[in-house]
């Protein structure tokens, strides 16, 4: 196999491990949540906790990638994801499942920041579109094996078996990272060069990019999210809003290869981008007017993974070898900016209105907006690229 494929592995395999935590702790709430007597309100809260140290710890973490060396810096997320999970297996309330959420969510944030430089390193102006689309995908399938596994571990051995599971996983993705992965050239590059992060161009070029990957998060959020709610003022039960919203989720992943895909074989970036934005804006927009949930839920799956590939194979066009590292941590800062802003944006909105309308033409804009905003970055790349 060669070194860039092997390294695909590998680096897929642990941000698999980061999905599987991610979820853990929800597919072990059944139990766990009576047990420990804690509200539903403090169980989205440690769910949440896991993307919050993202806002403080992307730029930073890009930088200790530069200074220490990519495959160091994901060692140490690994581990950190090990800690947090180990810690929340011990936990008697609140407090404990809380630092131990915060723990392990540092270490994914350094996985989600350091691991999409290496993908750019080895694949950057070969297969990076398909191999981003493979490595993107791996989160949600880790989120979907925790969901057919831990829900019936805690069952049957308990809430803290669950926990201990992810905790392993990234265990295991630690010694296949160190046993296993090689590092690139680029690894650490641009350590000793100092000085200014990013020239002011190419970090508008990259907040561009960023602002994009935050919107489509903040969007998929909305729109998995707020699924109950809408789905059930159009006439569904709750078993059947899940069930649908459960199939998106799962096209949408399918809709993610399928882009990356086309978008590698025949290119097409601009046209994957138009589909993608344009059509889930009008599968939103569907669902505000009162059209049939099915068809709006499925057409989402089907077109809104579309652009992602390309999406994630925006930075590569902006930095050099010797800004990826922080290059990467200003694209994920926009990542949890989105994630963490838009959906209670959203919620405030649907408070306001009395109903879903409003969040659903909100998750319209934000799904269209992302067009213009890649028209914007291939400018501004074209104009960089243009003699002087």
């Known amino acids: ?29 059944p139990v766990l949540v009576p047990e420990l007597g804690l509200g539903y309100a403090d169980l989205g809260t440690l769910i949440g906790l896991y993307f919050l140290p993202g806002i ?29 999970g180990l810690l929340s297996c011990l936990a008697e309330g609140f407090g404990l499942l809380a630092t131990g959420r915060l723990i392990a969510g540092i270490g994914a944030v350094l996985l989600n920041v350091l691991m999409a430089k290496m993908i750019t390193d080895w694949f950057a102006g070969r297969e990076i579109v398909l191999a981003m689309g493979i490595f993107v995908n791996s989160f949600p399938i880790g989120i979907g094996l925790a969901v057919m596994l831990l829900g019936g571990v805690a069952a049957q051995l308990g809430w803290p078996a669950a926990l201990y599971a992810s905790a392993g996983f990234a265990l295991a993705a630690l010694v296949l990272l160190l046993l296993v ?25 990259v907040s561009l990019a960023g602002a994009i990957w935050g919107i489509f998060n903040g969007a998929l959020s909305i729109l998995i999210g707020f699924a109950p709610t809408f ?32 978008a590698q074989r025949w290119g097409h970036h601009g046209t994957l981008m138009a589909a993608g934005a344009l059509g889930w804006a009008a599968c939103f927009a569907g669902l505000a007017l009162g059209g049939p949930p099915w068809v709006a839920m499925i057409g989402a799956g089907l077109v809104s993974g579309l652009p992602v590939g390309v999406i994630l194979a925006l930075p590569s ?14 694209f994920y800062l926009w990542l949890y900016i ?35 905003l890649y028209l914007l970055f291939r400018l501004g790349v074209a104009r960089r690229a243009a003699p002087a």
């Open 317 to 330: 066009l902006a930095l050099r070898p010797e800004q990826r590292a922080i290059g990467m941590g200003l």
């Open 338 to 372: 989105g994630h963490s802003l838009l959906p209670p944006l959203a919620g405030w909105l649907q408070d306001h209105a009395g109903g879903p309308v409003a969040a659903l033409w909100f998750g319209a804009l934000l799904s269209a907006t992302m067009l213009p």
């Open 231 to 262: 789905l059930g003022a159009a006439g569904l039960s709750p078993a059947q809003a899940g069930a649908l919203a459960g199939i998106a989720t799962w096209l949408c992943a399918a809709s993610i290869q399928t882009g990356a895909i086309i």
């Open 56 to 84: 403080v710890v992307s730029l930073p973490g890009g930088a200790l990638g530069r200074r220490f060396g990519d495959r160091n810096i994901v060692a140490l997320g690994l581990v950190l994801m090990a800690l947090g």
């Open 181 to 205: 992965y090689r590092r690139h050239p680029n690894d650490g590059a641009g350590a000793a060069a100092g000085g200014p992060a990013l020239p002011r161009q190419v970090a508008l070029l």
């Open 1 to 29: 196999m060669e070194q860039r494929w092997q390294a695909l592995a590998v680096l897929t395999a642990a941000r698999t491990s980061m999905g599987f935590q991610f979820q853990s702790l929800a597919a072990a709430s």
